[in-house]
């Protein structure tokens, strides 16, 4: 379930958006410092929500969106290898490596292994299983919907940290000191930071959406804004396609 809050539907939306238990999980900001949280169930209902062809919206998602497939020339995504030396020596375990497009379809986790082994030369681990649903719903997705294709990119939130902060945050999210480094940063950036996050706390539960994935919203929303102004940097610099023409990236921005 959604509603509007505090959110005024300005010419420009800045959204970022993490999946969680119950769905997908968003943030939104405006260019008047209006802000909403949201929960969806399906990517096609955030979309629906956000986009009416009059509004100026980027959307900015931590899921795996260019993949790897049979078709590819190359077996590893470069920014995920990219991603995760720019984290070291903390956070570099938090970019899980990405299955390929034909192991997203697959009816189970030893069938996905294997599939993704003869493909790329590596087989998953628990941890990507357990988040193939949401990439598998994305591809779907994006590949049917052309409209959202330029508007709905891939970040990831440590990234986002690192470069918001100089550096990869000390301490894991799951933990308090890492909740705490986060948030610190962000209020340093988004005046509204506390507001969104007490808004998200009271709104939904624990068991549908984590106090981290709100922050890992938040950051993404944040960098959405600041790249209208700073632009969008991208890991690699020059982003490669997929064969379906979905670009193999993830985005940033800094703040300054």
Not at 17 to 28: I, L
Not at 76 to 96: G, H, I, K, N, T
Not at 189 to 216: G, H
Request: proline share 4%; charged share 30%; glycine share 4%.
């Amino acid at each position: 379930m959604h509603e509007l809050r505090t959110l005024n539907m300005d010419k420009k939306m800045f959204v970022g958006v993490d999946g969680c238990k119950a769905g997908w999980f968003a943030v939104a900001l405006t260019e008047t410092d209006s802000f909403g949280v949201f929960q969806f169930s399906k990517i096609s209902d955030l979309w629906n929500y956000f986009y009416d062809g009059k509004i100026n919206v980027r959307i900015l998602v931590d899921i795996p969106i260019g993949l790897i497939d049979s078709k590819s020339n190359f077996k590893r995504r470069s920014c995920d290898v990219e991603a995760r030396r720019l984290l070291r020596p903390y956070r570099q375990s938090s970019v899980f490596p990405t299955p390929c497009r034909e192991a997203i379809y697959a009816k189970s986790y030893e069938n996905a292994c294997d599939i993704n082994e003869e493909i790329t030369g590596k087989r998953l681990t628990k941890q990507t299983w357990g988040i193939v649903p949401k990439i598998r719903e994305m591809n779907d997705f994006l590949i049917a919907a052309d409209s959202a294709k330029e508007k709905i990119i891939e970040t990831h939130p440590e990234i986002c940290f690192w470069a918001l902060a100089g550096k990869p945050m000390e301490h894991s999210k799951k933990e308090r000191e890492g909740f705490n480094e986060r948030k610190k940063l962000l209020q340093e950036i988004c005046t509204s930071t506390d507001e969104i996050v007490q808004d998200a706390l009271s709104k939904y539960r624990r068991k549908d959406v984590a106090k981290d994935d709100i922050l890992d919203a938040l950051v993404a929303s944040v960098t959405a804004k600041l790249s209208f102004q700073r632009g969008l940097r991208s890991v690699p610099e020059i982003s490669e396609k997929d064969s379906q023409g979905l670009p193999v990236q993830v985005v940033y921005t800094t703040v300054c």
